[in-house]
Nanobody, 115 residues
Framework: VQLVESGGGLVQAGGSLRLSCAASGSTLNINAMGWYRQVPGLQRELVAT????????NYADSVKGRFTIYRDKAKNTIYLRMNSLKPEDTAVYYC?????????WGQGTQVTVSS
């Protein structure tokens, strides 16, 4: 499975961005997809996930009410709509796919929120 992210960039606090992650390859083996983020020197943390069956979503407390994860099954693509962005949301955002026996990661996309 290959994951290709897009949509990162620089935005002012209070602004919005949308990240995209397109999956290709053996996508039938994917059970869930999601977004994680990482700041240099800190551990990678979960932002949001969505299951392949049922589309159940899960969010980190820090982004609830501001971020929305959703999917386009026909395109094998997930999105992360980020509203009311804060400087503390600045990080490299990684797309993740949870497969049957292996996890997959995208290359990451930088999101920078200026105050």
């Amino acid at each position: 499975v290959q994951l290709v992210e897009s949509g990162g960039g620089l935005v002012q606090a209070g602004g919005s961005l949308r990240l995209s992650c397109a999956a290709s390859g053996s996508t039938l083996n994917i059970n869930a997809m999601g977004w994680y983020r990482q700041v240099p020197g800190l551990q990678r943390e979960l932002v949001a996930t969505i299951t392949s069956t049922g589309g159940r979503t899960n969010y980190a407390d820090s982004v609830k009410g501001r971020f929305t994860i959703y999917r386009d099954k026909a395109k094998n693509t997930i999105y992360l709509r980020m509203n009311s962005l804060k400087p503390e949301d600045t990080a490299v955002y990684y797309c993740h796919a949870h497969g049957t026996a292996i996890d997959y990661w995208g290359q990451g996309t930088q999101v920078t929120v200026s105050s």
